[in-house]
């Protein structure tokens, strides 16, 4: 990957509709030389989709949490991922070092809804507690670069 890849990056982070000519013109190329270039990128795996990001609210997933799940002994990953991702409601986790095990970001419709896909997640087998915060407000969203 070379300075004009990432500029071709950075263009598809800010528009990921961008066409080629429009890229091309920000990076100094011609649109099938932006075409080439983005088709090697796929190839490769740098780039792994073209999305959208809708906003949680309009399909009604207005309350998120984020849950620290703590459990009994040793899990594996692979078990977590499996127990987790029966769970609808959880849009992201991952296994975090200190004292929980894991920390799971929830959303749902209401707190009724949360307090079930809680629920579900402290049922499962080997999972002695859980911790929970609600989000208020967010302060910062990102794009991870």
């Known amino acids: 990957m070379d300075n004009l890849d990432r ?28 075409k080439r270039r983005v088709d090697r990128l796929v190839e490769t ?14 399909d009604g997933l207005v309350v998120e949490a984020y849950v620290e799940l703590f459990c ?14 029966t769970v609808p409601e959880v849009v992201d986790a991952g296994t975090v070092t200190g004292s929980a095990d894991a920390v799971v970001h929830l959303r749902a419709r209401d707190i009724p809804g949360l307090e079930d896909a809680l629920e579900r997640v402290r049922v499962a087998p ?18 991870p670069r």
């Open 45 to 58: 795996g740098v780039i792994r989709a073209f999305t959208i990001e809708v906003d949680p609210a309009v």
């Open 126 to 143: 080997n999972v002695d507690h859980t911790r929970s915060a609600i989000v208020l407000s967010r302060l910062i969203k990102r794009d």
């Open 7 to 34: 500029q071709i990056i950075e263009q598809l982070r800010l528009n990921a509709r961008a066409g080629y000519g429009d890229i091309g013109a920000v990076v100094g190329l011609s649109a099938s030389a932006v």
């Open 72 to 85: 009994r002994g040793t899990v594996a990953p692979d078990e977590l991922r499996r127990l987790l991702s």
